[in-house]
C-alpha cells in the first residue's frame, strides 16, 4: 500500500506510558517504512491538549484527525495514510 498525498502524523502521549511506548513504535515502523514523517506530542506540555485526550491517550492523528486510540494497529494506520 502506498501513500496517497502528503500527510500529517502526529502522536499524542504522556510520559510513563506503555502503551503510549507501543504507539510509539508503531507509528515510527509504519511512517519509517512509508517514507512520512512524523511527530509526537505530549499532552502533559499543553493543557488543551490534555483536557481533549486524557482519557483517550495514545491518540494517532493523520492530517489532524483522529485516526486511532489506545492500542495502535498497523494495517489501519496504512490503510489510513493511503487514502
Known sequence: MEPVGTHRVQLLSKP???LCDEARSVVSAVCDELGI?????????DPALYDEYWERIPVVLVDERISQFWR????LLRGALSV
Open 72 to 75: 495502535v494497529n498497523p494495517e
Open 16 to 18: 510513563q506510558c506503555h
Open 37 to 45: 514523517g512524523w511527530d509526537e506530542r505530549s499532552i502533559m506540555d
